[in-house]
């Protein structure tokens, strides 16, 4: 079956600019994940979905950043009146089931440039 | 403190030798899980291998291998037969009970030489 698919795959922003990220899991997958990924680095976490309800949003940087997955499906990241330290990897990450045995699955990634 | 450390910033490794990359972990939870991931200059991360913390044996996945010594807390990848394709960052990642998100290594950036 298909895999994460994430658009758009680049997107250049003026600082100021709203940007919508999207995230489409594999089908039927409970859980969503959104990363954040600095150039050399590893992912950080910025916020959590299991079906429609997002239970985790711990990592979201400040309150421009805001994400939504409203039929338990595709997520939307949107990150509004961004800012030149917005500029990174936007990772999602589906996992069948809500447990830590269930590895997570990625999506190629977004990355944003904000100039 | 929920922490993986990957000691190993860079390592060169000659085509067809194998290849250890260290993970070591921390966490108070009894129920845990460990996942490699590998990370090309495409940039998609590549789910590899996983553990269990009540997995007794040691998992393996075609070359890859987890070697899992639970009272040290270590966690490291064995890559045998290494193979140019094999070049890329790696990074270990740990699913705690206590927390929703991956706790992620550093990483390791792993090149082949031929």
């Known amino acids: 079956g298909a895999g994460v698919s994430q658009s758009p795959r680049y997107k250049v922003a003026k600082r100021g600019q709203d940007v919508a990220l999207r995230c489409d899991p594999i089908?039927?997958?409970?859980?969503l994940f959104w990363y954040q990924q600095a150039l050399g680095q590893g992912p950080e976490f910025l916020t959590y979905?299991?079906?429609?309800?997002?239970?985790?949003k711990s990592g979201l940087p400040s309150d421009r950043f805001f994400a939504e997955r409203p039929e338990g499906s595709v997520s939307t990241l949107k990150i509004q009146r961004t800012q030149q330290e917005d500029s990174a990897v936007y990772l999602c990450?589906?996992?069948?089931?809500?447990?830590?045995?269930?590895?997570?699955?990625f999506g190629p990634g977004t990355r944003l440039t904000v100039t | 403190a929920q922490k993986i450390t990957q000691t190993q910033p860079g390592m060169f490794v000659q085509e067809k030798e194998a290849v250890t990359l260290d993970c070591t972990y921390d966490?108070?939870?009894?129920?845990?899980?460990l996942f490699w991931y590998k990370q090309p200059s495409s940039g998609e991360m590549i789910f590899l291998i996983y553990?269990?913390?009540?997995d007794e044996q040691n998992a393996t996945e075609g070359r890859y291998s987890l070697n899992f010594q639970k009272a040290r807390k270590s966690a490291n990848l064995v890559i045998s037969a290494s193979q140019l394709g094999d070049s890329a960052m790696y990074f270990c990642?740990?699913?705690?009970?206590?927390?929703?998100?991956?706790?992620w290594g550093a990483g390791t950036k792993l090149i082949i030489k031929p």
């Open positions: 990450a589906s996992r069948a089931g809500t447990g830590v045995f269930y590895e997570q699955y």
């Open positions: 553990q269990g913390s009540y």
């Open positions: 990642a740990m699913s705690p009970d206590s927390n929703y998100q991956l706790i």
């Open positions: 966490t108070s939870d009894q129920s845990y899980g």
């Open positions: 979905f299991q079906n429609e309800a997002q239970l985790d």
């Open positions: 089908s039927g997958h409970v859980s």
